[in-house]
């Protein structure tokens, strides 16, 4: 039996298959104000009707300031709901789940105001200088991440992911590269973690559903986190009430890895194990065998699609026809003989 077409079942959420498309920033929004449009609607749920199990909405930003760009989503405010619920219901009515990445840019924002981080640590020589959170205005975002869960939940999500990756704010906490705080959040790896751990607690107080977290499981660079240093952190979260970790890698300084198909597995594969804790696989994967090697061989729980789905939002019926696996049709397309 196929494991990549059985389901999988975490917080009373069953899946009908493993298969999960990676949130990915379309940078589509035209109005600047954080609504999804008619393109983030056909977007995200023709791959609901290509029978993709898990369908992650892109990093949605928790604050304004939060935003890579001027084109992202957000869930700021209470007007950003109703679009986003559209979405939600029409992926529902392809029986699939769906997600949103909560996320807050960091120094990585380029917007037309200074953007904010752990340190004043540009992120790049082409990048501004970003003001140092202060202990007050850290408790905010933690506020503004709860406030997002809430409307999230009003929304209809059935995941909520929090972006700890990619050298966003969460992630520039984490590592000793953009953390150079002397007070109760910067240090050791304890007090790096402490705003990610508050974020997991504060979503947790207004949500019970699933809870994942990207991370990313190196930084590639010197004196930057390695997957052994996630492991620990791994283990908090899963204290903390997070449930998956979808394990991606990278982007917190200007170092570009030696990528090659499924190149970031062994990444989930060890904090899966080390942590025992579940884990989404993300790079580079694009055949069904590849993604099944992946799961029989317990190396993950899940497996996220990035750039294959973009080119084809019905990858899950030629990966079931890879693997002797099994996926029903919309019954309009019946007919065409999947």
């Not at 405010?77 to 029409?90: F, N, S, W």
């Not at 924002?109 to 790049?124: E, G, H, K, N, R």
């Not at 000793?176 to 240090?187: M, Q, W």
């Not at 949500?207 to 908090?236: C, M, N, Q």
Request: glycine fraction near 10%; charge should be negative.
């Amino acid at each position: 039996m196929s494991k990549l077409f059985s389901t999988y079942t975490t917080k009373g959420l069953t899946l009908k298959n493993r298969v999960a498309m990676s949130p990915m920033c379309m940078y589509s929004v035209e109005t600047d104000d954080g609504v999804a449009n008619d393109f983030h609607f056909a977007h995200y749920v023709s791959r609901a009707a290509g029978q993709v199990g898990l369908i992650m909405i892109e990093a949605t930003a928790v604050q304004a300031v939060g935003r890579i760009s001027h084109g992202d989503l957000g869930l700021w405010d209470d007007d950003q709901i109703p679009a986003l619920k559209r979405i939600v219901d029409g992926i529902h009515y392809h029986e699939g789940a769906t997600g949103i990445q909560l996320a807050h840019a960091g120094r990585k924002a380029v917007l037309d105001v200074d953007p904010v981080a752990p340190s004043p640590i540009a992120f790049d020589d082409e990048s501004k200088k970003p003001h140092e959170l202060t202990a007050t205005e850290i408790e905010e975002v933690v506020a503004d991440f709860k406030k997002a869960a809430f409307r999230a939940k009003e929304a209809g999500f059935d995941v909520i992911e929090i972006h700890a990756a990619h050298g966003y704010l969460l992630h520039e906490f984490l590592s000793p590269i953009s953390n150079l705080r002397e007070d109760e959040y910067g240090g050791p790896a304890g007090n790096r973690y402490r705003v990610l751990s508050d974020v997991i607690k504060a979503v947790r107080e207004v949500w019970d559903g699933p809870l994942f977290v990207r991370v990313s499981a190196t930084d590639y660079a010197h004196g930057g986190l390695t997957v052994e240093d996630y492991i620990p952190f791994a283990k908090w979260m899963k204290a903390d009430g997070a449930d998956l970790l979808d394990v991606s890698s990278g982007a917190l300084v200007n170092t570009v890895p030696k990528v090659y198909p499924g190149y970031q597995v062994p990444f989930a594969e060890k904090i899966r194990a080390g942590a025992g804790i579940a884990t989404g696989a993300v790079g580079l994967i694009t055949t069904g065998a590849q993604a099944e090697e992946v799961l029989q061989n317990d190396r993950a729980d899940l497996i996220f699609l990035g750039r294959e789905l973009l080119r084809d939002p019905y990858w899950a019926r030629t990966a079931a026809k890879d693997v002797r696996g099994e996926v029903t049709p919309p019954k309009q397309y019946e007919r065409g003989g999947w």
